[in-house]
């Protein structure tokens, strides 16, 4: 990997050589040594030689920007490529020039899969067979079909109270899924001791720092697809803090590199029952680490990647707001109703934070806005009819339809 010189921790700036199986710094305790792909971009554009028209079939569009080896047969599903819709409808309710990138539309139906992709071609590269994570639900799943894919083992470890939808995905694939009896850090701690112990591939976007560069594809896309327009906003949810911290990377590699003129400010969002990324941006000396949240995508206590987090949103100029379970169930119906988008609870969450934001004054009326919608509805259907309502009972007969809709005959 020439394009590649290093893995630098984000605390110490320690750099360690990334064709070396690593995780996080160890002159930090635990997990706190978070490390970045740092890369050669005068080798990067000398190979990139895609053109910039709009037509992105996957993220591998984008190779030459990705830590892969120049012979590495990519373990891919299409990933990637998802479409950026205009929403007028909404848009025009909350007083902005919005459009959504649907990443809801990925394989495995979140972008998560970007990740994945990358994580289980990089797992082949350091010739391991096991191939394991922590999650909720939504990156179990997604791991599980690259691993599938790709043919390697995968062990899967969950909270208890992870939904069964996103349970299903993964034991379909074909994968170990382990219902840890306690909380998504727990889990998540479980899952970094068995990868200690057994030596197994871990693909957890909180310490893998392969995994934020998939991500960062979608930046990379949003800033291609966006030439000459770009948005005044860009707006996502933020769990552990990856997603956000790599849609601005690969945005603001664009810009450095002169394919497009400006980037946007970053806007995230975090559920008020999981606000540690929130509270640590806007320095609250009282940081929550419990999660308690509807959208259990994003409902992460003690996120791992605070700091790339946080210096997204600084660099951006951007910032940080809050909203509560109701407004995550709200948004998800008023996304589906207006522009047709079936969004899980922590998909829905920027379309909340959006208009938290305009009520609020952050983002101006008429601004540009583009929100990223991170899964589709399918992951959570339980959630999904607390939002939509319930189905309404009729009797086999026309004239109970007359009567409910006799002031529209």
Known sequence: MDHVDSLECVRCGAEYDPNQLRYTCPNHPGVTGILEVTYDYDIIVDRFDEPLDGAIDSQWKYRAFLPVEAEADPVTLGEGGTPLLSAPQLGAELDVDLHIKDDGRNPTGVLKDRASSVSVTKAAEFDADVVTCASTGNAAASLAGFAARGDFDCRIFVPEDAPEEKLAQPLVYGADVLGVQGSYDEAYDLSMEATDRFGWYNRNAAVNPFQVEGKRTVGHELAEETRGAVPDWLVFAMGDGCTIAGGWKGFREFADLGFVEETPRMLGVQAD??????????????????????????????????????????????????????????????????????????????????????????????ESVVVVVTGTGLKDAASAMRAGGNVDTIAPAIDDVADRYSADL
């Open 273 to 366: 029952g999981a606000s540690a990324i929130h509270d640590a941006f806007h320095e609250f000396d009282d940081v929550d680490a419990v999660a308690d949240t509807v959208a259990d995508s994003i409902s992460v206590g003690r996120p791992r990647n605070t700091v790339k987090a946080c210096s997204a949103l600084e660099a951006s100029g951007g910032t940080a707001v809050l909203v509560d379970d109701t407004d995550i169930l709200e948004a998800e119906s008023l996304l589906g109703r207006t522009e047709g988008i079936y969004a899980e609870p922590a998909g829905a969450t920027p379309v909340a934070g959006l208009r938290n934001a305009r009520e609020n004054g952050i983002i101006e009326p008429g």
